[in-house]
């Protein structure tokens, strides 16, 4: 089957590539002139593990290309995927439906025969139906039916969460438009993953649905840890007595910086507020956001504590600053929080991060750049460690203390523990729902 993908962000290209990896002959589109250019050259724009290997694999065999040109992509496509971004619309915290509406309009005008127009693009209940409008409006003769089909892979292992999903939501409201998805997926079908057909409606809820209560739970653990830290016991520890209950699981139970990433931040907003505009608002996930914000800016306090109140003068190196590791991916990280209020407080600040420095550079003005977490440490007043990159799970703590001028470590992911920062010569040690190693 040929199948066009709009957007060649983290979701289109992962997608595209894996479609053409169950065999469809895929044809990527992206407006952003550069990324096709690099696309062509077998260049991936963005890092995500293994896709450059599988998209080269793909390519070779002629089952995947990428263009420009959207006329050339849709003609004799049987599906059309959107998959472009819905960033929170400024003042409202409304999903921005610009970009999704725009490309309808474009595969409206470009379509002939039938198409099933599909949205990958995480949306607002309702939005599929007002895509078919769009649709309908600027191309009324178009045999088209919409698909609502969420996307739930995580950045840093996107290509085993598309090719082993939990599962696969496909919203429909005709049967031929079922066929169709059924004959996308049907490499999963074969492999007994479970893919599940509803109405539009409750497949654009269920992504909504399962974002809020991920960010919930990685919050309510957060607000454990903040509790466990005034009583004297571990998060850690409780999260462990917590998670090995099977109704509650262990996953999204690490207490940390606050959430961040392409998605929950701004997902979570979206929902508070289509509850609002339904007068039916989530409170829950209301107080979610606000408490996120409020853990974001907690750290800063404890970074203080660890500095003696002041980060005026301090050489500062942060380990870490994309919003998990395994990405490039900057959006909403709670860095963007965090270091800007160390370089506001007066600190010189060195970031050390594997892969975060080419979109780093521009949103973390004011700081220097290394690539060894000890280089960066040389003569530093504290380390902070932000993203817990597989590069940070090991270091030699003795060696990195010996470089600093005032050994203190602030530990916002619970790596180490006090006795280990102890033990390696550090002054001072913080981490999050934990006793913390402040002296006097
Ligand atoms: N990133 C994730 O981990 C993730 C996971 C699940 C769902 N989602 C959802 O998927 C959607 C896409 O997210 P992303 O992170 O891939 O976004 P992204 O910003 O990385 O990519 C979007 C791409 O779409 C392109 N684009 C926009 N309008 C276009 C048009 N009219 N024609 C052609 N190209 C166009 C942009 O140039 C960009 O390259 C969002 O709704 C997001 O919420 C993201």
Same mark, same amino acid.
């Given at each position: 089957?040929?199948?066009?993908?709009?957007?060649?962000? +983290?979701?289109?290209?992962?997608?595209?590539?894996?479609?053409?990896?169950?065999? #469809?002959?895929?044809?990527?589109?992206?407006?952003?002139?550069?990324? $096709?250019?690099?696309?062509?050259?077998?260049?991936?724009? $963005?890092?995500?593990?293994?896709?450059?290997?599988?998209?080269?694999?793909?390519?070779?065999?002629?089952?995947?290309?990428?263009?420009?040109?959207?006329?050339?992509?849709?003609?004799?496509?049987?599906?059309?995927?959107?998959?472009?971004?819905?960033?929170?619309?400024?003042?409202?915290? #409304?999903?921005?439906?610009?970009?999704?509406?725009?490309?309808?309009?474009?595969?409206?005008?470009?379509?002939?025969?039938?198409?099933?127009?599909?949205?990958?693009?995480?949306?607002?209940?309702?939005?599929?139906?007002?895509?078919?409008?769009?649709?309908?409006?600027?191309?009324?003769?178009?045999?088209?039916?919409?698909?609502?089909?969420?996307?739930?892979?995580?950045?840093?292992?996107? $290509?085993?969460?598309?090719?082993?999903?939990?599962?696969?939501?496909?919203?429909?409201?005709?049967?031929?438009?079922?066929?169709?998805?059924?004959?996308? +997926?049907?490499?999963?079908?074969?492999?007994?993953?479970?893919?599940?057909?509803?109405?539009?409606?409750?497949?654009?809820?269920?992504? +909504?649905?399962?974002?809020?209560?991920?960010?919930?739970?990685?919050?309510?653990?957060?607000?454990?840890?903040?509790?466990?830290?005034?009583?004297?016991?571990?998060?850690?520890?409780?999260?462990?007595?917590?998670?090995?209950?099977?109704?509650?699981?262990?996953?999204?139970? #690490?207490?940390?910086?606050?959430?961040?990433?392409?998605?929950?931040?701004?997902?979570?907003?979206?929902?508070?507020?289509?509850?609002?505009? +339904?007068?039916?608002?989530?409170?829950?996930?209301?107080?979610?956001?606000?408490?996120?914000?409020?853990?974001?800016?907690?750290?800063?306090?404890?970074? /203080?504590?660890?500095?003696?109140?002041?980060?005026?003068?301090?050489?500062?190196?942060?380990?870490?600053?994309?919003?998990?590791?395994?990405?490039?991916?900057?959006?909403?990280?709670?860095?963007?929080?965090?270091?800007?209020?160390?370089?506001?407080?007066?600190?010189?600040?060195?970031?050390?991060?594997?892969?975060?420095?080419?979109?780093?550079?521009?949103?973390?003005?004011?700081?220097?750049?290394?690539?060894?977490?000890?280089?960066?440490?040389?003569?530093?007043?504290?380390?902070? $460690?932000?993203?817990?990159?597989?590069?940070?799970?090991?270091?030699?703590?003795?060696? /990195?203390?010996?470089?600093?001028?005032?050994?203190?470590?602030?530990?916002?992911?619970?790596?180490?523990?006090?006795?280990?920062?102890?033990?390696?010569?550090?002054?001072?040690?913080?981490?999050?729902?934990?006793?913390?190693?402040?002296?006097?």
């Amino acid at each position: 089957m040929k199948i066009a993908v709009i957007g060649t962000g +983290y979701v289109g290209l992962v997608s595209g590539v894996c479609f053409s990896d169950f065999g #469809h002959e895929v044809v990527c589109v992206d407006k952003d002139s550069r990324k $096709i250019e690099m696309l062509e050259k077998g260049k991936v724009p $963005i890092y995500e593990p293994g896709l450059d290997r599988l998209m080269e694999r793909n390519v070779e065999t002629g089952r995947l290309s990428f263009t420009i040109d959207l006329n050339a992509a849709i003609d004799g496509s049987e599906a059309v995927f959107i998959a472009v971004g819905t960033p929170t619309r400024r003042g409202d915290g #409304h999903a921005d439906l610009t970009y999704v509406m725009a490309a309808a309009e474009e595969i409206a005008k470009a379509a002939k025969d039938y198409v099933v127009i599909v949205t990958k693009s995480t949306v607002p209940v309702g939005t599929n139906r007002k895509v078919a409008e769009v649709v309908r409006a600027a191309n009324p003769d178009l045999d088209f039916d919409v698909a609502s089909n969420p996307e739930f892979l995580r950045e840093g292992a996107a $290509i085993d969460d598309f090719m082993k999903p939990d599962r696969v939501v496909v919203g429909v409201e005709t049967d031929r438009a079922a066929a169709v998805m059924a004959s996308i +997926y049907r490499p999963l079908y074969l492999r007994e993953f479970p893919i599940i057909t509803t109405d539009l409606e409750s497949a654009e809820m269920t992504k +909504y649905a399962a974002n809020a209560f991920l960010a919930t739970k990685i919050t309510f653990i957060n607000e454990i840890a903040a509790l466990c830290e005034k009583v004297g016991a571990d998060v850690k520890q409780v999260a462990r007595g917590m998670g090995l209950d099977n109704r509650i699981g262990n996953k999204f139970l #690490h207490a940390g910086p606050g959430y961040g990433g392409s998605c929950f931040p701004k997902d979570t907003k979206a929902l508070a507020r289509t509850a609002q505009e +339904y007068a039916s608002p989530i409170q829950l996930v209301e107080t979610v956001i606000k408490v996120n914000e409020e853990v974001k800016r907690r750290m800063v306090d404890k970074l /203080l504590d660890l500095c003696d109140g002041s980060f005026n003068g301090k050489c500062v190196a942060v380990l870490g600053v994309t919003f998990k590791p395994n990405t490039d991916d900057m959006r909403d990280a709670p860095a963007l929080t965090i270091v800007p209020a160390l370089v506001g407080g007066g600190s010189t600040v060195r970031v050390c991060d594997p892969q975060g420095r080419r979109e780093g550079e521009a949103l973390l003005p004011s700081v220097s750049w290394e690539d060894d977490p000890y280089a960066a440490a040389d003569g530093a007043d504290l380390v902070v $460690i932000l993203t817990e990159w597989n590069e940070f799970r090991a270091l030699d703590l003795s060696a /990195l203390a010996k470089r600093m001028r005032t050994p203190r470590l602030g530990d916002l992911r619970n790596v180490y523990t006090a006795e280990d920062a102890q033990k390696a010569g550090f002054q001072a040690y913080v981490s999050i729902g934990r006793a913390d190693l402040i002296p006097g």
